[in-house]
């Protein structure tokens, strides 16, 4: 399994509908979990960031975490066409010893369409 | 700096050159890290540096490719004998330490490098 798995997409929801993203990693020890926003052409930006069990809300998005299920997710409310980019969930991982490295899943591709 | 910046944007090498692309993090953050990005693909990780350690160097494709860093800043990352399947998008991120909550990575803007 790999450590950080996300469904590749492309997902396409229309203008002001809900986008879910969603993201299973490996490690049980893994303690924060991130969103990133790519477009095309850019380095990926961070959206937001959940360290605790349940929901966290910025703006239009909010990010769900249930550790038990090793599940993360990220919902966008009100979608707009200039959301429309991949979405990069990353994971803190165990890196050998004590070590924890930020790992990433390959990516989400998001089409909003108007 | 503002942020983390990189140079050169752009690179196009021949063939069996070496390359250096440099990442310069944002002040005060520990931790370093380096990416490869093939066109479509995912973020493939390479190194990162802790301080000047790195403790993880799993992701360096062959022996071609070193990376250092200085003075726990800036960070220097060398392909040697260059080849057609390094063209890609190298991208840096730095974050305030390694692991944990501390560990949000702010990514540069990436050197684009095109080997012919």
């Known amino acids: 399994q790999k450590e950080v798995e996300q469904n590749s997409g492309p997902l396409s929801v229309p ?10 990693y490996s490690d049980r020890g893994s303690q924060s979990f991130f ?17 605790s069990n349940g929901d966290k809300e910025d703006g239009r998005f909010t990010a769900q975490l249930n550790k038990a299920s ?3 997710s990220l919902l966008i409310r009100d979608s707009q066409p200039s959301d429309s980019a991949t979405y990069l969930c990353a994971v803190n991982v165990r890196s050998g010893g004590s070590n924890y490295k930020l790992t990433f899943g390959k990516g989400t591709l998001l089409t909003v369409n108007p | 700096g503002a942020g983390v910046s990189q140079s050169p ?19 005060g953050h520990t931790a370093l890290y380096w990416y490869r990005q ?3 693909q995912g973020l493939e990780f390479l190194i990162y540096f802790q301080g000047n350690s790195a403790p993880d ?23 040697q004998r260059t080849q057609q399947e390094d063209s890609a998008v ?11 909550a501390a ?14």
């Open chain 2, 103 to 116: 560990d949000t990575q702010y990514f540069g803007p990436g050197t684009r490098l095109t080997v012919l």
């Open chain 1, 70 to 72: 090793q599940y993360v």
């Open chain 2, 38 to 40: 093939s066109l479509g």
């Open chain 1, 15 to 24: 203008e002001g509908a809900i986008a879910s993203l969603n993201c299973t």
């Open chain 1, 35 to 51: 969103w990133y926003r790519q477009y095309s052409g850019k380095s990926p930006e961070l959206i937001m960031f959940i360290y």
């Open chain 2, 57 to 79: 160097k799993s992701g360096l494709p062959s022996d071609r490719f070193s990376a250092e860093r200085t003075g726990g800043s800036v960070s220097t990352l060398t392909i």
């Open chain 2, 90 to 100: 190298y991208l840096c991120a730095s974050s305030l330490r390694a692991g944990g």
């Open chain 2, 9 to 27: 944007s752009n690179k196009v090498t021949e063939k069996g050159k070496d390359v250096e692309l440099r990442c310069d993090p944002i002040s």
